[in-house]
């Protein structure tokens, strides 16, 4: 079953709203904690690869980071999908450049 994007972000608000999130004694919401919790998880599906584990264990890191990004959004008062397709935009107007390491789209020139 195919969820939407509004789908998806209900489900991390309530998961926020279960564990009151919002509430600043929890520091659920505050930016600077989040973002740790954001490098953690990137730690951990980095981890993954250099450890050679099971897509399944890659899946669940990636979903972690996902809903952590669901979640900034709810914590940060931003509408995700609109600046999500405002950038879309932007970023399909971008060429492809090709460095050391593989192919990246910026406006970045060497």
Partial sequence: MSQTFTQMLEKVEEFHDKHDFAN???N???MSYRILLTIEEL?????CFTKGKSKNEKAEELADILILIF???IAM???LEEAFNKKM???MKRPAIKGDLGIR???YKK
């Fill in 105 to 107: 789209v910026t406006e």
């Fill in 89 to 91: 935009e932007i970023i």
């Fill in 77 to 79: 008062d931003v509408d």
């Fill in 28 to 30: 659920g919401h505050d």
């Fill in 71 to 73: 979640g900034h959004s």
């Fill in 24 to 26: 600043k004694e929890n």
């Fill in 43 to 47: 730690g951990e599906l980095a981890e």
